[in-house]
């Protein structure tokens, strides 16, 4: 239900940008975020949006990625700048199926909480 897209293979410095559509229902009132995973790590949190536009980065990417997301076709966008070797990794989109609220920002940073997730789209930057 989570169709993700954008990845590909660009040059340490460079920029993508990847995108998540979802079908079969609608996440307007849902939080929807972006999850990544290296080869031989855990999966780790990315950035987040929140169905107001309230945002919340991973440390790691912080400055460096932007999420969005259009509420009414339930995709939701990540565009990464400034991309580094150890920003290799396939990135997943994740949606929570609760309504959204009540609870903070870190609470969602959790991989947990989502139930449903893309299929995961490959990026790899070369330095």
């Known amino acids: 239900q989570l169709q993700a897209s954008g990845g590909g293979l660009v040059q340490a410095g460079g920029s993508l940008r990847l995108s998540c559509t979802a079908s079969g229902r609608t996440f307007t009132r849902n939080i929807m975020g972006w999850f990544r995973q290296a080869p031989g790590k855990e999966r780790e949190f990315v950035a987040l949006a929140w169905p107001l536009g309230r945002t919340f980065y991973g440390e790691s990417v912080k400055g460096r990625f932007t999420i969005t997301r259009d509420v009414t076709k339930s995709t939701v966008y990540l565009r990464m700048s400034s991309l580094e070797s150890e920003d290799t990794a396939v990135y997943y989109c994740?949606?929570?199926?609760?309504?959204?609220?009540?609870?903070?920002?870190?609470?969602?940073?959790?991989?947990?909480?989502?139930?449903?997730w893309g299929q995961g789209t490959l990026v790899t930057v070369s330095s």
């Open positions: 994740a949606a929570d199926s609760t309504v959204a609220g009540g609870r903070s920002d870190y609470y969602y940073s959790r991989a947990g909480i989502y139930d449903f």
